[in-house]
Each structure stands twice: as C-alpha cells, then as structure tokens.
C-alpha cells in the first residue's frame, strides 16, 4: 500500500528504456506527470543502460534489470512477481506488441498489483512466422486480463484488444503528445544544425527510427537513389541506431553515395535537427502511431509516409501516403515536390485542437492510470 504523503508509483515493463517509439511516449508523459502525486519506475529485460536511465534516476524513478524471457522465462517470470511483492505496486502496465507480453500482467497479479495496464504499440508483431503465430495462439490474453487497455491509434488498439473491444469503449486511445513549445520550428536553431552538419543549400531528407526491418531503411535508400538521380544537391540524414546500421552503411557504400547519407546516430537535441530537414521520408512496413512522424510534423516538415501507416497520424494536412508497392521513382517524385520549401510557423494551434498537446494528454493519462 502506498502511504498517503507518497507519490503513487506505475511500474512500467518494456524491453529497455531506449530512443524508440513506445519509450520516447513513456518519457514524455513522465516528464510532465505531477511527481509530487505520481512516479514512473522501469523494470527492463536487460542489465545494459538504457538511453534514457540516467534521466529517469534523476526524476526519482526507479530501474529494475531482469533478463530477456527468451533467455530464462522462468527466472523472468519469478524476478518479476518477486519485485511487485517486495515495492508493493498497486499499479503496473505492459508496453508491447505481442500477445504474449500479457504474462508480464499475470506475474504482476501473483505479486499483489491491483490495476493492470496494457499498452499496445504497435499495429502489427515484428519478426518471423513462429512469432507471429504465438501471437495469434495467445491473442486472446490481451482482450481478457488487463484492466486497463490502452493504444496510440484505433488500429494499434484494434490489433491487440480487437474490433469489439474499441467499438465497446473498453480500449482507450492515448495520444502520443508532444512538448509542443519544444518543437515550434525555429529558424535559428535550424541554421545552427545545417551549420554544424555543412549542409548549406542542400535539400535534406530526413528519417528517424531504429534500424531495424520494420523501418525499411533498404527501400528508403533505393528512394534516395532516385531523389539523386532528379536533384543531385540532396542529402539523406538518418537519425537512429540499430541491429541493421551496418548493412545499410553498406548498400549505401555500394551504390556510391555514400558523401550524401548522413548517420548521425541517436541524437538528443531530435526537435532541432527535424527543424533542419527539408523533408520526412517513413516508408515503414507497420506502425502503431508513429511518434516521428508527429514530431516532423509539429516542426513543419512535410512528411512522405507508407500507407500501411493509421490515417490518424496525419495532423496537420502536410502528410502524403505512398504505396509501398509504388516504385521508388513514384516516391521520389513524390518527395522532390517539397524542394523548395513550405512556410513551418503557425502549426501549434492545430496540435492543440487535435488533442496533441502534453500537458492535457498527462492529466488524462493521470486520471485512468490512478483515478
């Protein structure tokens, strides 16, 4: 039981606390939480730092290491109902993508949490077909045991919860809400990334998002090989890390261009290097509500996206959707439409009408997580 004079605390179970998607969400709503009310703590199935450890130790949140399931399910079984018994959370939530994460929810139980929080992520499971047939087999645990169902899209929530169960009212859609004053484009701090990066009067195209196969970081760089062919004084920036970084420093070696990609790892000045982009090029196979796309967005950036991406990502009117099945010359041309620039000023009224702002989406999120 939490003492009355103490924040209330949500333990929240992810893979690790890195630059990705589901967790930039987390640190968002983190940071904006009344902390003399409410605390977030971690627990990560990994003993490495995570990018945003030290952040969160220095808010006064915790961090639990454990080990991947896959590695030893029964330790991380125990480990886990062993952490919820001995800190007593009342309230623990689940961020995946996959089905069978909901048993992180039953050990959370057998420790003694009293309000169960899933979070879908995404509007599909990566990996290869055992996964996805897991997923599948168990999909039902997700509609049934958590208490609380939460998603960043109606397909996300429709993916892991199902279609009744967003028609009912009993999955409920958080937005991935921005800092939007963190975000208004800025021309200044636009120079001074073009400045320290020589980009001059390139027409920059840019891309976040870890390098992994559901980014499609491959067919992005056969985009930007067209790009080049029509307009020959363009840049591709790729902000990120990832399993595939190296194959795509390859490709991009091998078909010669490599003095126009820039890799500029994961950055934590992120608004100021989208306000240097010209455009946001997202050729994902799948997304739950991309925070990327949103924060190109909130900085002005067009944003040149696949259409297997929610339509409800498309805030500002500045997003196109490009099959994925249209050949990188259709997407090029697509792109190059955006070269001489858009006036970037005056978008933060339309995240604020669109419920995209922090601070209202904290106090919501406040208010079903612990009310």
């Known amino acids: 039981m939490e003492k009355k004079d103490m ?7 992810v893979g690790g606390m890195n630059a990705g998607g589901a967790e930039t969400f987390l640190m968002k709503i983190y940071r904006a939480l009344d902390k003399s009310k409410y605390q977030m703590d971690f627990y990560v199935s990994t003993r490495d730092e995570g990018f945003y450890d030290k952040e969160i130790l220095s808010m006064g949140g915790r961090i639990f290491h454990s080990v991947p399931k896959t590695k030893n399910p029964i330790y991380s079984f125990k480990k886990l109902i062993e952490t919820v018994r001995k800190e007593k959370y009342n309230y623990v939530m689940r961020v995946s993508q996959h089905s069978l994460s ?15 929080i899933y979070r879908s992520s995404n509007s599909k499971t990566g990996g290869g077909a055992v996964n996805q047939i897991m997923h599948l087999l168990f999909k039902w645990l997700p509609m049934f045991i958590p ?9 996300a929530a429709e993916f892991m919860f199902g279609k009744n169960c967003v028609k009912s009212g009993r999955a409920l859609i958080i937005k991935n809400a921005i800092p939007l004053d963190v975000f208004e484009f800025d021309k200044v701090k ?7 990066f020589n980009l001059d009067d390139k027409f920059v195209i840019g891309h976040v998002g870890r390098f992994s196969s559901q ?21 591709l920036m790729l902000v990120g890390k990832g399993e595939l970084e190296s194959d795509i420093k390859k490709k991009v070696q091998i078909l010669g261009f490599q003095e126009k990609v820039i890799f500029t790892g994961v950055r934590s000045d992120l608004p100021e290097v989208l306000m240097a982009m010209d455009a946001f090029v997202f050729p994902s196979f799948f997304e739950g509500m991309p925070n990327a796309v949103i924060e190109a ?9 696949s259409d297997t991406i929610t339509k409800e990502v498309n805030i500002t009117g500045r997003v ?4 994925l099945n249209s050949s990188p010359t259709q997407w090029a041309e697509v792109i190059l439409k955006y070269k001489n620039g858009l006036n970037r000023n005056g978008l933060k009224d339309v995240f604020v009408k669109n419920g995209y702002d922090i601070e209202s989406v904290t106090k919501n999120f406040e208010k079903i997580i612990f009310k």
């Open 190 to 196: 636009r120079d001074k990334i073009r400045k320290e």
């Open 102 to 116: 909901t048993l992180d929810l039953i050990a959370a139980k057998i420790g003694g949490a009293k309000t169960l």
């Open 215 to 235: 980014k499609n970081h491959n067919f992005l760089v056969k985009i930007f090989a067209e790009v080049l062919k029509k307009h020959d004084n363009s840049i």
């Open 297 to 305: 967005q909130a900085t002005g950036l067009p944003c040149i996206i």
């Open 147 to 155: 208490d609380i169902k939460l998603a960043p899209s109606t397909e």
């Open 7 to 13: 924040p209330k605390r949500l333990l929240c179970i």
């Open 320 to 323: 196109e959707y490009v099959s």
